[in-house]
């Protein structure tokens, strides 16, 4: 009974861990300039220990076809020394993750998350040119759409 027991136990960790998956949150430079991201962290609401939204956001080059290369990462410097605030230089043609939600499939800004995981964006300010775009989080929704594992917000 001991053996039967620990099989099941050793296949459901299998199983449990094969099915993880991860949702990106990013914002695209598919342009030829460019763009000044800048955004900021909302506190996290009581009960929660796992904010979605990071303040060490990644970069990557875009291939022609506007997909990730994950082998091109690019370094991005943060102009702000306040650490619930971002402030990056976002190149020509890359993409920046600066949110991951692990094992839960994103609705709205609004849902309630798995394993304590908190919305905790407040706002961002994409820069490019003359144009300013100013997204809150209660317009979230309107800019960042969910495509293929990514909720992503493109400037192009």
């Known amino acids: 009974m001991k053996k039967l027991l620990s099989y099941l136990f050793i296949i459901t960790v299998l199983l449990i861990s094969g099915c993880s998956w991860v949702e990106y949150f990013t914002v695209g430079n598919k342009t030829d300039t460019p763009i000044t991201v800048t955004y900021e962290l909302a506190k996290m609401e009581e009960g929660h220990i796992f904010g ?6 990644e970069a990557y080059q875009l291939s022609k076809s506007s997909k990730i290369q994950w082998e091109n990462k690019v370094e991005l410097e943060d102009l702000d020394d306040n650490p619930a605030i971002v402030k990056v230089i976002l190149p020509p ?3 920046m993750i600066f949110g991951r939600l692990h094992n839960d499939t994103y609705e709205s800004n609004n849902q ?25 989080k209660a317009t979230f929704d309107d800019y960042f759409v969910r495509k293929n594992g990514y909720i992503k917000f493109d400037v192009e």
Not at 52 to 57: G, W
């Open 93 to 95: 043609k890359t993409v």
């Open 52 to 57: 979605i939204f990071t303040n060490i956001p």
């Open 112 to 136: 309630q998350f798995i394993n304590s995981r908190d919305f905790n964006f407040s706002n961002m300010v994409i820069e490019h040119q003359e144009q300013t775009t100013q997204i809150t």
